[in-house]
């Protein structure tokens, strides 16, 4: 009996691995926050493990009037992360690799679009046996005007 | 006694495919110690991740939008807000998660408005239906503290409420729960145009309001494509909203929106870029006016 329940326990232990990497993201996510000061996080969580190579994109609404910055930030251990803003027919209108793989990018538009984020880990150039993986976080926060008119 | 052995047999089934299983999960994604075969084989995997994709997609949250209608020339008003009473009278999961987002929406709005207590008991109300969740830690005492520590810094107040989004819909996604993260997320866009709707009503010279109104049709595309990525397993709880939202998007779908390229053009001295475009938009005063009635009656019957 007692050994079952051992099983069970270890089991259960094992059954949570899979999610170390989304938890270890969480954390990751909530330090990252710092590349976003002055601007105020939206909330909203985008944080995911990329492998070297590996892509992902997010889809927004911005809104005119409002002045965001987009942060992309991978762990210390990953190779550099290039990212894009394009917008709904996938033109780039801004592409970090220019800036010298920038973490962050400030911008506002003079009319609401849905813009796309388009984010990919760089390959590693020497052949390595391990592939580079860790947590990639993409955030989005916006600047509150009024306070800065007032500071 | 024989059943309890069958129990125990079938159990002792299920352990073994299950560390069967997870040595295959977890070898799959280990790499280390490989031979000059397996360098071929990482080159394949290196190959092929080349491919993979992943798309989040954002819904503006509440903060967002409460902000944006305060640069609109919204005012406050306590009238609007879901009463505080009501919290207790969601039992299903989809009301309470539709309401979190709910209470959500009009916690940023009163607290951008300074309304600190008003702020202080909205986020109360919000912890009491994430613990009803299950949305464990994303609500605890200490960011009530916080909140009542910073009552006269709004940026605080404000770093700690997008704390606590990000806290219930990282513990969500993290937990599989997406399909509660979208539901609250709906609840919480909802209740953000429900406020823009009064706000147009009650203000008189509401043209920018009429605007963020109109803004609307962009994010209610994505709160659509999030949901129906989620209901791609049919939820019922689910299928309703959309339905719903899918009449509003009716109404929406009269107002038209088209813009031109976008030329982005960077300030060097402050570094910023401005993204120029040029919109036209069409709509009758009617399409608004249908609009703010179907959101009514959309609202009520969440916080009902």
């Known amino acids: 009996m007692k050994k079952y329940f051992q099983f069970l326990l270890i089991l259960s232990a094992l059954s949570v691995i899979p999610f170390w990497g989304n938890a270890q993201c969480k954390n990751f996510a909530k330090k990252a926050k710092i590349d976003l000061l002055p601007f105020i996080h939206d909330g909203i969580y985008n944080a995911t493990v990329l492998s070297e190579g590996e892509t992902a994109e997010l889809y927004k609404t911005f809104y005119s009037g409002q002045q965001y910055r987009i942060a992309v930030v991978a762990e210390e251990t990953m190779p550099k992360v290039e990212f894009k803003v394009m917008d709904s027919k996938r033109k780039v209108l801004y592409s970090n690799k220019e800036k010298g793989f920038a973490k962050t990018w400030d911008f506002t538009l003079e009319s609401s679009q849905q813009l796309i984020i388009a984010i990919q880990v760089q390959t590693v150039e020497t052949l390595i046996d391990e592939i580079a993986k860790g947590c990639v976080t993409v955030l989005v926060g916006f600047m509150n005007e009024e306070d800065k008119i007032q500071k | ?304």
């Open chain 2, 1 to 304: 006694m024989n059943s309890k052995c069958l129990f125990f047999k079938t159990l002792q089934v299920f352990v073994v495919i299950g560390l069967v299983s997870l040595f295959y999960g977890c070898t799959s994604e280990t790499n280390t110690n490989i031979g000059e075969d397996d360098k071929q084989l990482t080159n394949k995997i290196r190959e092929d991740s080349l491919r993979v994709h992943q798309i989040f997609i954002a819904l503006p949250s509440p903060i967002e939008t409460a902000m944006m209608l305060k640069r609109a020339g919204a005012q406050y008003n306590e009238e609007f807000l879901n009463k505080l009473e009501n919290v207790n009278k969601y039992s299903t999961s989809k009301q309470m998660a539709l309401n979190l987002g709910v209470y959500s929406a009009d916690l940023s709005y009163a607290s951008l408005f300074d309304q600190n207590q008003t702020s202080i008991k909205y986020m109360a109300a919000s912890k009491k239906l994430a613990d009803k969740l299950g949305i464990l830690s994303a609500i605890d005492q200490s960011i009530i503290n916080r909140l009542e520590n910073n009552v006269n810094n709004r940026d605080s107040i404000m770093q700690v409420i997008s704390e606590t989004f990000m806290n219930s819909n990282s513990y969500l996604k993290d937990n599989q729960r997406t399909q509660m993260a979208a539901m609250i997320l709906a609840g919480g866009w909802i209740e953000g145009l429900y406020l823009s709707g009064q706000l147009v009503k009650t203000t008189k010279d509401n043209k920018d309001l009429i605007t963020r109104i109109i803004d609307q049709k962009l994010s209610l595309k994505t709160l659509l494509d999030l949901l129906e990525s989620e209901n791609k397993v049919q939820n019922e709880d689910l299928s309703t909203i959309l339905k719903d939202l899918n009449e509003i998007k009716i109404i929406f779908d009269q107002i038209k929106i088209s813009s031109g390229d976008i030329e982005p053009v960077t300030d060097k001295k402050t570094n910023v870029t401005k993204l120029n475009v040029k919109t036209e938009v069409l709509f009758k005063k009617e399409d608004i006016d249908k609009l703010i009635a179907k959101v009514d009656v959309f609202r009520g019957n969440i916080i009902k």
